[in-house]
């Protein structure tokens, strides 16, 4: 016998999942063209009336184009794709002044594999390639070498690749070649690397839904009675083991916890990802690609945040119940229902259809008009003692130089600093014919115009300017603090034209006449 009742079985219980639920419904391309513009990786929640807001001003436009869209208002299209466990709703604090609490949608696990599902087939770009393969190889050889068991093959094989390492190695400090990352290798690599980060937030979603679920089983436990505490509480830390064990979304954040508590391989992390950017492939990536491929760390980071914030909501809710339960209380309630239960019996025997009882839902108050807490005491009315004269132990005020010196930028300062160094050819390509560049005029300035916060100022008098062209790299600027102490920063590379020194000087003589 075949096995097609097996799989047309297990098909339709695919397609039963929220995911696939969302694929097939007719106005699909609508719901998963409104959760990616309303919802990004920088912005995992919105506000709940912002977001029916959204969708009806979305449905206005595309009616406006004479494009078919769903006949129903925004809350109610948001509240059907919630039922649908398409959007999670939550309630968060607020972030402005007023503080307060705010409901917030946000994409449910099943809705970022919809999206990730259908960006997948959209997507131009193969990403079977050399560089997927290699991950595969490299993942494969990393798990034979950790599965085998015989510590002579395990020994030969790390022998093998200190040997290709070594030899690779020698080879460069010989003055070997670097053969150069072409950009079609650059960019199948990249490909690559986002289809892996693009997995993150559903994977991590998965793990905060079943955190939630688990939450709400556990008060649903609490208040149904029907297990002691401490049968709930077991149950409580073998479903966190397990979540955090036998699941691969479990496994996939204590790999990215693990990984979070590493600064050291963070920083190399975040290094790296800078390194390939500054590949010359990155140009034909847009800016939102680039910051989106940047924010790798934070989306972990973020991700482990939510995770967290889920189990500690479930913690700080076993721990209340623990405090607050009052097993004697319970059992005195239970005795005072069961009383009233039989007196109502008792009276239901001669009442009427339509009879009615009196009864006070809060106790009435006592008539007292004051209860003495404490006695008079006349130490208490006494004044505090004079305060002691210190005047003259008191320090010598700051002066006016010391207070500037705390301040912004010394605008005026800079651009008669720059106009001053630039007229007298600082900067050690001047000698070659090329304008000197900001940087080695700014490190060439008196200690008191070279503080951190003057850098500010360079940059506000560069927008002033203008825009310059292409970046020609980045050169150092060697600050002096207040104190003494000296910090240095790297920022773009900029020459000053004579125009741009005209300005300059312009702007100073302007300000002096005002």
């Known amino acids: 016998m075949s096995d097609i009742a097996g799989e047309l079985a297990r098909a339709r219980e695919a397609f039963d999942k929220p995911t696939l639920r969302l694929l097939d419904r007719k106005?699909?391309?609508?719901?998963?063209?409104?959760?990616?513009?309303?919802?990004?990786?920088?912005?995992?929640?919105?506000?709940?009336?912002?977001?029916?807001?959204?969708?009806?001003?979305?449905?206005?436009?595309?009616?406006?184009?004479?494009?078919?869209?769903?006949?129903?208002?925004?809350?109610?299209?948001?509240?059907?794709?919630?039922?649908?466990?398409?959007?999670?709703?939550?309630?968060?604090?607020?972030?402005?002044?007023?503080?307060?609490?705010?409901?917030?949608?946000?994409?449910?696990?099943?809705?970022?594999?919809?999206?990730?599902?259908?960006?997948?087939?959209?997507?131009?770009?193969?990403?079977?390639?050399?560089?997927?393969?290699?991950?595969?190889?490299?993942?494969?050889?990393?798990?034979?070498?950790e599965a085998n068991p015989d510590r002579e093959e395990r020994v030969r094989r790390l022998d093998r690749q200190i040997d290709e390492l070594t030899s690779e190695r020698d080879r460069l400090a010989g003055g070997g070649v670097i053969a150069a990352a072409s950009n079609v290798q650059m960019h199948e690599g990249y490909a690559n690397v986002i289809d892996l980060i693009a997995q993150l937030p559903s994977d991590f979603k998965r793990v905060e839904e079943s955190v939630a679920a688990m939450h709400r089983q556990i008060i649903n436990d609490f208040r149904?009675?029907?297990?002691?505490?401490?049968?709930?509480?077991?149950?409580?830390?073998?479903?966190?083991?397990?979540?955090?064990?036998?699941?691969?979304?479990?496994?996939?954040?204590?790999?990215?916890?693990?990984?979070?508590?590493?600064?050291?391989?963070?920083?190399?992390?975040?290094?790296?990802?800078?390194?390939?950017?500054?590949?010359?492939?990155?140009?034909?990536?847009?800016?939102?690609?680039?910051?989106?491929?940047?924010?790798?760390?934070?989306?972990?980071?973020?991700?482990?945040?939510?995770?967290l914030t889920q189990r500690k909501g479930l913690t700080t809710t076993l721990r209340e119940h623990i405090v607050n339960h009052d097993v004697v209380k319970d059992r005195e309630l239970e005795h005072v229902l069961r009383d009233i239960n039989r007196e109502l019996a008792t009276w239901m025997l001669t009442a009427g259809p339509r009879s009615t009882v009196t009864a006070e839902l809060m106790p009435g108050t006592l008539e007292v008009e004051h209860l003495r807490e404490r006695f008079y005491d006349p130490d208490a009315h006494l004044g505090p003692p004079a305060l002691a004269d210190v005047s003259d132990t008191a320090p010598a005020g700051p002066s006016l130089g010391d207070l500037r010196q705390q301040g912004g930028p010394l605008l005026e300062e800079l651009r008669d600093a720059l106009v001053a160094a630039f007229g007298a050819g600082a900067g050690a390509n001047s000698a070659?014919?090329?304008?000197?560049?900001?940087?080695?005029?700014?490190?060439?300035?008196?200690?008191?115009?070279?503080?951190?916060?003057?850098?500010?100022?360079?940059?506000?008098?560069?927008?002033?300017?203008?825009?310059?062209?292409?970046?020609?790299?980045?050169?150092?600027?060697e600050t002096v603090r207040p104190d003494g102490s000296t910090r240095v920063f790297d920022l773009p590379r900029r020459t000053l034209t004579d125009d741009d020194m005209a300005a300059l000087a312009a702007q100073n003589l302007g300000s002096e006449h005002e």
């Open 224 to 307: 149904g009675e029907d297990r002691p505490i401490s049968e709930v509480l077991d149950d409580y830390l073998a479903k966190t083991d397990a979540l955090m064990s036998s699941t691969a979304e479990g496994r996939a954040f204590e790999g990215a916890f693990t990984l979070l508590r590493n600064d050291s391989l963070m920083q190399g992390l975040k290094a790296d990802l800078e390194t390939i950017l500054l590949h010359p492939f990155a140009l034909e990536l847009s800016l939102t690609e680039r910051r989106s491929f940047m924010s790798t760390v934070t989306l972990l980071r973020k991700g482990i945040d939510d995770v």
């Open 432 to 477: 070659a014919g090329e304008a000197a560049s900001v940087g080695s005029a700014f490190n060439g300035f008196d200690a008191s115009l070279r503080r951190p916060v003057e850098i500010l100022g360079l940059l506000q008098l560069a927008a002033q300017l203008g825009v310059p062209g292409s970046p020609v790299g980045l050169e150092s600027f």
């Open 27 to 145: 106005w699909a391309p609508f719901v998963l063209a409104v959760f990616k513009s309303s919802f990004s990786r920088d912005r995992r929640s919105v506000p709940c009336e912002l977001l029916h807001t959204q969708v009806d001003a979305y449905l206005a436009d595309l009616r406006s184009t004479g494009i078919d869209a769903p006949e129903k208002t925004g809350r109610a299209l948001c509240v059907q794709w919630m039922n649908d466990l398409w959007l999670y709703r939550e309630i968060r604090d607020a972030k402005d002044d007023g503080g307060g609490q705010v409901e917030h949608y946000s994409l449910t696990s099943h809705a970022l594999e919809a999206l990730l599902l259908v960006d997948g087939l959209a997507s131009d770009r193969a990403l079977i390639s050399e560089s997927r393969l290699a991950t595969i190889v490299d993942t494969v050889r990393h798990r034979a070498t």
